[in-house]
Each structure stands twice: as C-alpha cells, then as structure tokens.
C-alpha cells in the first residue's frame, strides 16, 4: 500500500504505523533490522516528496518552473561528470 499524497501525513500516519511498517519489517527482518523510528521516518520523507510534486504539479506555471530547473540542473551534471 503505497501512502496518498492527496492527504497530509496527520491523517495516513495512523493506518501507515498500524498496516504497512509492520509488513515491511515481516519482509526485511531476515536481513535487514530496520527500527520503527527508521521506517516510519523513510515512508514520511517519501510522502512529503511525492505529496510536494502533486502540489507542484496541480500549479502549472509553477510546474512548469521546477521542471526548468530540474532539466537545468541534469544538464549541468552532465557536464560536470
């Protein structure tokens, strides 16, 4: 179950803590033993990200903008590297 970027963190945190952690430390656990506070920190930077781009996207001027200067910034990597 992938978190909803429509809504803020407040009202996915409680099913996320209740559904999802515990199934991801079930299937990490043989060789991973990531904490609570790891996973939990993990899926709430991942939906703030996502959740900031379909705002982002929502605007199109703005998104617009942000694509510009994510396209700006690849080039300038690939010079540099």
Known sequence: MAPD???VWGEISESI???VIPELQRILSPHFN??????????HELHRHRRD???LSRN???HKERM???HAN???KQIIF
């Open 5 to 7: 970027h429509t809504k």
């Open 74 to 76: 690849q080039r300038i």
């Open 60 to 62: 199109e001027v703005k």
């Open 17 to 19: 803590l209740q559904n």
């Open 53 to 55: 781009a379909w705002k």
């Open 68 to 70: 510009k200067q994510q």
């Open 34 to 43: 990531p904490t609570l506070g790891d996973l939990t920190h993990i899926i």
